[in-house]
């Protein structure tokens, strides 16, 4: 099982860090104009997306595993599984936004953009105290 458990750091980890990463370039979109740097950001952000889906689904799979090979339970466990499911929402929602993008839809301000990018940083802080500490 610490195999299991190795891999599922590393992807846990690679996909926090294409979340970490695609809201920003959606920040950079929301302030330029110019359609070339437009066309660059465009493709950066379809092909981080599209490399991050199979490390999320890579690390769902082998959280799974864990979660059924040891019989985990608790409240905090719980916890972390209602997070988790939010943490896949805004995975989707990256998506969405990314499409809104392509298409010349984005109606959010740079601002916003750097708001939501803190949302996975929240996320990361409370699954690393629940899974660590076991508070509940």
């Keep these: 099982m610490l195999w299991i458990k190795a891999l599922h750091l590393i992807f846990v980890t690679s ?24 066309e660059r950001l465009t ?3 379809h092909k981080l997306y599209r490399f991050m889906m199979p490390l999320a689904v890579l690390a769902i799979v082998f959280g799974l595993w864990l979660w059924l090979g040891y019989g985990i339970t608790g409240a905090w466990m719980h916890v972390k599984l209602i997070l988790v499911a939010g943490l ?23 601002v916003w953009y750097r708001w939501f990018n803190e949302i996975p940083v929240l996320i990361l802080f409370a699954v690393v105290i629940l899974v660590i500490v076991k508070p509940l």
């Design 15 to 38: 996909w926090f860090a294409g979340l970490f990463y695609l809201p920003r370039l959606f920040v950079n979109h929301a302030m330029v104009c110019d359609e070339a740097t437009l």
């Design 43 to 45: 493709m950066m952000e």
């Design 88 to 110: 896949i929402a805004y995975h989707l929602y990256c998506g969405k936004l990314m499409r809104d993008f392509k298409a010349g839809n984005n109606t959010r301000s740079h």
